[in-house]
């Protein structure tokens, strides 16, 4: 047993173990009740439009968030999905380490990024049961949070172009697709109140909101 802790927490091995002793202290903390579960937990905009200047390119971030998309990442979680990563991760990195005989912390993290990339593969697959689960009680959530509040345009909208706006919600923010009503322009930075979801879309509709 003892032989065993001290591989698991060698040098080669401290960062893969670091990672899954995050995840189980997070998750201990949540089942006392110390911490609420979204405490660490952030939205990700995995295809959402970005405000940026038209001159820059624009192909890394396509790629980047076609990646986030590919692993589900942003459709579940942030915390649940690196539950799912950490063990598959510190599984093959430790083994790993251990059947190349390696104990340095430099050597450790040449195998590590190899051993990152199984385990996105196989947190894939361990999340997508869970992704239409949480897409249906977010969806639910959202409809009952976001009606009646009021946010702040990101990107101009109309009622033919949709655009983005962000809004408070549970002490985080959120980025949503918004569109107006006929003959109605959100110009960036406007105040809008969200009024209803349009059906068969992720758009709401909103109007201009004056205090």
């Known amino acids: 047993m003892i032989e065993f802790f001290n591989t698991i927490f060698s040098p080669a091995n401290a960062l893969s173990t670091g990672i899954l002793c995050f995840i189980m202290v997070y998750w201990i903390t949540v089942m006392l009740g110390a911490i609420d579960m979204d405490f660490l937990d952030f ?30 990442l942003g459709k579940i979680p942030f915390m649940v999905w690196l539950s799912f990563l950490s063990l598959p991760l510190w599984f093959i990195h430790n083994n790993a380490n251990h059947l190349l005989g390696i104990d340095s912390f430099l050597f450790g993290l040449i195998t590590f990024f190899p051993a990152l990339i199984i385990g996105l593969f196989i947190a894939k697959f361990a999340t997508w ?55 109605v ?27």
């Not at 624009?58 to 980047?64: A, E, I, K, Y």
């Not at 990107?155 to 985080?172: K, L, N, Y």
């Not at 322009?185 to 205090?211: M, N, R, S």
């Open 43 to 72: 939205d990700i905009d995995i295809d959402g439009e970005v405000d940026i200047d038209p001159d820059v390119d624009t192909s890394g971030l396509m790629w980047l968030n076609n990646v986030l998309v590919f692993f589900n």
């Open 129 to 183: 049961p869970f992704v239409g689960l949480f897409a249906k009680f977010e969806e639910g959530t959202k409809e009952k949070v976001i009606l009646g509040k009021v946010g702040t345009v990101i990107i101009s909208a109309t009622h033919d172009s949709r655009g983005q706006a962000e809004v408070e919600s549970a002490g985080s923010y959120l980025m949503l697709y918004i569109v107006t009503r006929k003959g």
């Open 185 to 211: 322009e959100a110009k960036k930075g406007d105040q809008v109140l969200f009024i209803q979801e349009v059906d068969g879309t992720d758009d709401y509709l909103v109007e201009p909101y004056f205090d």
